[in-house]
């Protein structure tokens, strides 16, 4: 270890992983895991939004699941909170999950067309 | 280090492992595998998380969720309701005393709620063998920032501005301690860290070697910097073999990262540590028997001044410090003395980690701020006293310290405040006991104990305190003598007075103040021939009492001493000249018609 900045480097780095265990995070994503969920390939989408998170170096995000939401018909559901703000992605497949991922955690950009129809 | 959606620690603490938690652990990562989750879900062996009775026990995270006494059949269930599906297991959630719900949050029960760690922060958090998850959670940031930014004598006026004193017991402000070593002419200079913790019931320091090796290696390296010394021993026990295997690879992992070794941080400082296991002499732990033991002499005490810092290891100014002093040096750099200062009472900063034991629902490690009261230490935080019996007393400070009865309840902790109680904060070991434990037996207990460790050097406490034990063998006996009270504290007075170290000073604490509290009931038992506490069992008279007895004669037959007589079907009789007191029967009847009188 050759300076303070050199170890701050590496903390920072090693923090990503650590994070998970704090209680602090700054988002939660939370995946619907009922029969209805896994019957619908919710496993793969967790799969999904964990390499994304990798690949983005994410941290502070809180990755979990649930039961039944009680939208079977549109599982698979992803639900990203944030403070109050609270969205949720309906049919989800890999490929949104990348995207919601990078769209979303990333760049704090809501993907309006793939959330929860408007209740009239 | 890679990054994994949830975490689930397991705690491999020394009480953990013994109530068999790493076959829970292989059960959890065979499920893992089974169910796919091998690069999602990660298992981390910790170090202690406290609530030692519950072992083994598990914290999920990203939730928090805290999972308590499991088998390896409970692995299953968790993996496939909790990790797969994050539904948690609800019939394997802590119930705590008074409760009428599980509770699943580990910061939702007061056993964690209530504490404050600083001492302990990583333990129970981080895995003890990686160094990584260390400096994750600011490791040797407090060495950088040292040797970066502040100059030796900074790190002293720090140390001494935050007001951290001795945790080891005699609570000797830390700064001071470090300025006098830093001042003492002569070179080299020593850091030595005393783990050689050898309270009956304590086990703060063991718990912080095997849940947080690298704090203590980090302050040590801050001590070394501050007081101009580059080498540093740990004292550690042989019986704490886990200590030491856990102390060997973190000291190896900060050499391969630089962090001891040679041009820390790219300063011309360097930094050593090398462990030396004592023999598991209790002496050993009174640092100037100490330091001669890892000289290679003969584990002995010697007459101070000169005091270690003058002439310490080797004849070379030293400074000794506890583990858990040690624990609290980095967070006092990296935070500033201020807000250690903040935390506690006017004249004791900070925290103390206290070891709950005895009779107490929540055995375990707690560490809360000075200053919190006996009562939430041992009732909120320890949850109270199991089957609904009635608190007695409280004993501090091991065979040193003394006992605490149920007026000073509300006392709040602090090293000034123990010690007007006749009692001392000591290394932090907490015995409770309730009504069913003779405090003349207590300390006896602790006599035995010192008797037992006395390193024979010294008359007073060689000579003396065997006289003191057996004057307490004789009145547990029956056959105290008119006198004998007043014969123990004429001792007491001699051999506090007269002993060579703080070992022999301390002796007679633990009878001195179970005198102040409960002198009756030494009375009752030179006096009347009685324990009131129905514990010691030369005084206790075992009868049947005739309206319960159902006349099943079990009691006669397992009757050692044939001492049982009666008809069946009608109230049988001890006879008291052929009683034994051994119990037998009073544990084997159906009908709670012994009794003891």
């Not at chain 2, 005895?358 to 055995?363: A, D, E, F, R, S």
């Not at chain 2, 460790?453 to 000579?463: L, V």
């Not at chain 2, 179970?514 to 009347?528: S, W």
Request: with cysteine.
């Amino acid at each position: 270890m050759k300076s303070l900045a050199e170890l701050d480097k590496l903390r920072e780095k090693l923090r990503q992983e650590m994070n998970v265990r704090e209680k602090d995070h700054d988002v939660t994503v939370t995946v619907s895991m009922g029969t209805c969920g896994i019957a619908a390939g919710a496993r793969e989408i967790v799969k999904a939004l964990l390499e994304e998170m990798k690949e983005q170096g994410l941290s502070r995000v809180a990755l979990t699941q649930t039961s039944c939401a009680g939208l079977c018909q549109h599982e698979p559901l992803v639900e990203v909170n944030r403070g109050n703000e609270k969205i949720t992605y309906i049919n989800v497949d890999r490929d949104k999950a990348r995207e919601i991922v990078k769209k979303h955690l990333v760049a704090g950009q809501v993907i309006k067309e793939w959330t929860t129809p408007e209740r009239s | 280090m890679e990054m994994y959606r949830s975490h689930v620690l397991v705690c491999a603490g020394a009480g953990c492992i013994s109530s068999a938690c790493k076959s829970v652990q292989s059960a959890l990562l065979e499920h893992i595998e089974e169910n796919g989750l091998t690069g999602e879900v990660k298992v981390v062996e910790t170090g202690c998380m406290g609530p030692c009775d519950l072992g083994p026990v598990v914290m999920v995270f990203p939730d928090g969720v805290f999972y308590r006494r499991l088998k390896p059949e409970d692995a299953a269930e968790i993996v496939s309701e909790h990790l797969l599906k994050g539904k948690v297991v609800t019939r394997l959630l802590h119930r705590p005393a008074g409760n009428d719900k599980q509770v699943a949050g580990f910061d939702q029960l007061d056993f964690f709620k209530k504490q404050t760690r600083i001492a302990l922060r990583n333990t129970g958090v981080i895995n003890p063998e990686s160094v990584e998850e260390y400096i994750a959670r600011d490791g040797y940031r407090a060495l950088g920032k040292a040797l970066s930014q502040m100059t030796p004598a900074e790190v002293v006026e720090a140390i001494k501005e935050s007001g951290l004193r001795g945790r080891g017991g005699a609570g000797f402000p830390t700064g001071l301690k470090w300025e006098f070593t830093a001042r003492a002419p002569g070179h080299p200079k020593y850091v030595v860290c005393n783990a050689d913790e050898g309270d009956p019931g304590a086990f703060m320091d063991r718990s912080i070697l095997e849940g947080d090796p690298h704090s203590v290696l980090e302050a040590m390296a801050i001590c070394g910097y501050a007081i101009g010394a580059n080498r540093g021993y740990i004292y550690v026990r042989a019986e704490y073999p886990l200590a030491v295997d856990r102390l060997e690879i973190a000291i190896g992992k900060a050499r391969e990262y630089g962090l001891l070794g040679d041009n820390i941080f790219g300063t011309d400082f360097g930094f050593d540590i090398e462990i030396r296991v004592g023999a598991g002499a209790f002496v050993c732990g009174e640092e100037t028997a100490l330091l001669a033991s890892i000289e290679g002499k003969r584990g002995e005490p010697r007459p101070k001044p000169p005091f270690p810092a003058q002439a310490g290891l080797w004849g070379k100014p030293t400074v000794i410090n506890n583990v858990e002093t040690l624990a609290n040096i980095p967070p006092v750099i990296l935070n500033g003395p201020r807000w250690f200062a903040g935390i506690g009472t006017e004249k004791s900063k900070g925290t103390k980690v206290f070891a709950l034991a005895g009779k107490v629902n929540n055995t375990g490690l707690v560490e809360v701020p000075m200053g919190t009261t006996l009562r939430e230490i041992i009732f909120d935080i320890g949850g109270g006293i199991p089957a609904g019996k009635k608190f007695k007393a409280v004993q501090t400070g091991g065979p040193s310290g003394g006992c605490i009865p149920e007026d000073y309840l509300d006392t709040p902790v602090d090293y000034e405040s123990l010690t007007k109680l006749g009692t001392i904060m000591g290394s932090g070991g907490m015995i409770i006991v309730d009504e069913e434990t003779c405090m003349v037996d207590l300390a006896k207990f602790f006599l035995e104990f010192v008797q037992e460790e006395s390193c024979g050097k010294c008359a007073p406490c060689r000579i003396g305190t065997k006289r003191m034990l057996e004057i307490l063998e004789r009145i547990t006996a029956g056959n105290g003598r008119n006198g004998d009270i007043e014969l123990l504290e004429e001792l007491s007075a001699g051999i506090k007075n007269s002993a060579l170290c703080g070992l022999g000073q301390t002796a007679p604490n633990p009878v001195l103040s179970t005198l102040r509290y409960f002198r009756d009931e030494y009375e009752a038992h030179i006096r009347d021939k009685k324990c009131p506490a129905g514990a010691c069992q030369a005084l206790l008279t075992y009868y049947i009492n005739a309206k319960s007895c159902q006349g099943c004669g079990l009691c006669s037959k397992v009757c050692p001493a044939e001492a049982i007589i009666g008809e069946k079907k009608k109230p049988h009789v001890i006879d008291t000249d052929k009683c034994i007191k051994c119990g037998t029967c009073k544990q084997k009847c159906k009908f709670d018609a012994i009794i003891t009188v």
